[in-house]
Nanobody, 121 residues
Framework: QVQLVESGGGLVQPGGSLRLACAASGKIFRINHMGWYRQAPGKERELVAAITSAGSTTYADSVKGRFTISRDNAKNTMYLQMNSLKAEDTAVYYC???????????????WGQGTQVTVSS
């Protein structure tokens, strides 16, 4: 099993910045792709950004140019640098990881518990 712990959320004013982190631990043979999702009240969970094991990235149109996803494979940790934050970025942010516990058992998806990001003046 893999445990994911997110950190870095909080309250920030419009135009401000936050950096989220997602640390994976447990029985990890390999981490494949990783991603950040968010869910605002009354809305469906949506993909914000994703990164492959090779470092290729994908972003939602709404965050392109403002958010940057990265990962530190040595630490099994993923980051989301969020700049120029807007009120509409307010949501609970979740990390999602696809990983393998060994070379033979296939790969599985895991979710973090979520961290609240509130953008308000």
């Amino acid at each position: 099993q893999v445990q994911l712990v997110e950190s870095g959320g909080g309250l920030v004013q419009p135009g401000g910045s936050l950096r989220l982190a997602c640390a994976a631990s447990g029985k990890i043979f390999r981490i494949n792709h990783m991603g950040w999702y968010r869910q605002a009240p009354g809305k469906e969970r949506e993909l914000v950004a994703a990164i492959t094991s090779a470092g290729s990235t994908t972003y939602a149109d709404s965050v392109k140019g403002r958010f940057t996803i990265s990962r530190d494979n040595a630490k099994n940790t993923m980051y989301l640098q969020m700049n120029s934050l807007k009120a509409e970025d307010t949501a609970v942010y979740y990390c999602n990881v696809n990983s393998e516990v060994d070379p033979y058992s296939g790969n599985y998806y895991y979710w973090g518990q979520g961290t609240q990001v509130t953008v308000s003046s």
